[in-house]
């Protein structure tokens, strides 16, 4: 049961006044909302130096103990605070940070990074230079077809990296076959592919990433990494053993992960029953984040696998963050889902101001949300956390994501569906997929993609409309 916004907004009062130095958040007041992410997200960028140095690998990263896809994060998180309260503060810094890791090959593949990066760490940067198409985050060096070009290059690689050698598909957690974890599929990297996929076609409505979405999303479920029953998401599973045990630890990040992609096909199919029913079966699963304990604040974010017992390494600090984005971002774009989702954040943003309590200025935020208090973990991950479910309130205050010029998204109808688009990408030698990838230079003709696939835009889209639906057509 959810409390009322009157409630939410009154313990919030009173969780303020019962600490002596907090972010005070008043969680129906868009100026108390803007304040209180503009303090989290200083904060944020105070451990962030890589725009003082000349050096090409320090810049757009973070310093050690932090891995250079949770840099990445970050400046997806730094867009949504920007389109979020209008604050134009840190853009240039973003936009320096992304073009400084796009890689000779612009496609998030830097040589620094060559033979560490894995699927999910590029799909991190990829999808920062997505919510810079969607957030219209545009400058003379970098108008729309300039992400445009970048997420789907680096969509091409994922596709290009599909591997029907064992468990019938999927993608490798790792990149590189030197690196540990090489022989597991897991959920980070296939579910970032799926919400890239979904996204790419909300934007553009072209039918091939519709097609990979839905077979990403037919693998994930057939193998086991999804219950397609209680909508658990489940870590991963060694294709060594042909993906036949699944990992089942979960995780809130890939959990978000696949709301937000779920979130984006309801959108882009004007609300059709099956994305819409999976979308919310996933934020009714979400329950499993909400803190259980009876002595602490119910109901708050956290990160069940490793929070409670204080484990939780530099990357897992930070997926509360991207659960929170994700979950404000299908709060937007799912009618059916605005209130609860709304609900959630506003009692974890809550929770999170009366956590920001530490260091000199006694706004610095932990980690453990739901202990009433400051619990003294301080870090990327912890700030990023509190800002994402902090900026979140706004999302219903802001415009939703673009989409291209000549495609049309309608407001979704909650009460209406559509066909869903169905169909099975053709895959290539050695796990290529052949016309698997849009080509990253044309949405007005045909394009080709990395690794030698050839692809159609939208002026030979394969996805055509018919009578308000959207019907693929292999």
């Known amino acids: 049961m959810y409390l009322s916004w009157s409630n939410l907004q009154f313990v919030a009062i009173v969780s303020w ?279 602490a604040s119910a109901g708050v974010l956290y990160e069940p696998a490793c929070e409670p017992q204080g484990t939780c390494n530099a990357d897992q600090l930070s997926f509360k963050a991207y659960f929170a984005r994700w979950l404000a971002a299908a709060a937007q774009l799912v009618p059916d889902l605005t209130d609860a989702g709304l609900q959630l954040l506003g009692k974890s943003a809550m929770a999170t101001a009366g956590a920001c309590t530490g260091g000199a200025e006694g706004v610095t935020c932990g980690q453990k949300w739901y202990v009433g208090g400051f619990d003294g973990s301080v870090g990327v991950g912890q700030q990023l956390g509190a800002l994402e479910v902090v900026q979140g309130l706004l999302v219903q205050r802001s415009a939703p994501p673009v989409v291209a010029e000549g495609v049309y998204v309608s407001v979704v109808a909650a009460t209406e569906t559509v066909p869903v688009p169905t169909g099975t990408p053709t895959m290539g030698p050695a796990g290529g997929a052949a016309g698997g990838g849009v080509g990253g230079g044309a949405l007005g003709g045909a394009g080709r993609g990395d690794g030698g696939m050839w692809v159609v835009g939208l002026g030979v889209l394969a996805a055509v409309v018919l009578g308000g639906g959207v019907v693929w057509s292999p």
């Open 17 to 295: 006044l019962s600490v002596a130095r907090a972010i005070p958040l008043d969680i129906k007041n868009e100026t108390s909302i803007k304040q209180a992410a503009s303090t989290i997200a200083y904060g944020l960028m105070s451990y962030y130096t890589g725009n003082q140095s000349s050096s090409p690998v320090a810049q757009g990263t973070f310093p050690a103990p932090y891995y250079w896809w949770e840099a990445g994060a970050v400046w997806g998180g730094m867009i949504d605070y920007w389109h979020y309260t209008n604050d134009s503060t840190y853009n240039d810094v973003v936009v320096q940070a992304l073009l400084s890791q796009i890689s000779p090959t612009e496609d998030f593949m830097p040589p620094a990074e060559a033979g560490q990066e894995g699927n999910d760490d590029q799909f991190f940067w990829a999808a920062a230079a997505m919510s810079a198409l969607e957030r219209n985050l545009t400058s003379l060096s970098t108008p729309p077809s300039r992400w445009l070009s970048l997420a789907t290059s680096a969509f091409n690689d994922l596709a290009h990296r599909w591997d029907r050698s064992t468990c019938n598909g999927g993608l490798k957690w790792q990149i590189y076959p030197s690196n540990t974890g090489y022989d597991y599929k897991n959920t980070a990297a296939n579910g970032g592919f799926f919400q890239l996929a979904a996204r790419l076609y909300r934007y553009t409505h072209n039918g091939t990433y519709v097609a990979w979405a839905t077979t990403t999303w037919d693998w994930m479920a057939a193998t086991g990494l999804v219950d397609a029953a209680s909508y658990a998401v489940y870590d991963g599973t060694q294709d060594a053993q042909n993906c036949s045990q699944v990992n089942e630890l979960s995780f809130s990040y890939t959990h978000g992960m696949l709301l937000a992609g779920c979130a984006s096909l309801a959108n882009a199919t004007n609300g059709s029953a099956l994305w819409t029913a999976r979308a919310a079966g996933l934020l009714a699963a979400s329950d499993r984040f909400l803190s259980p304990f009876a002595n």
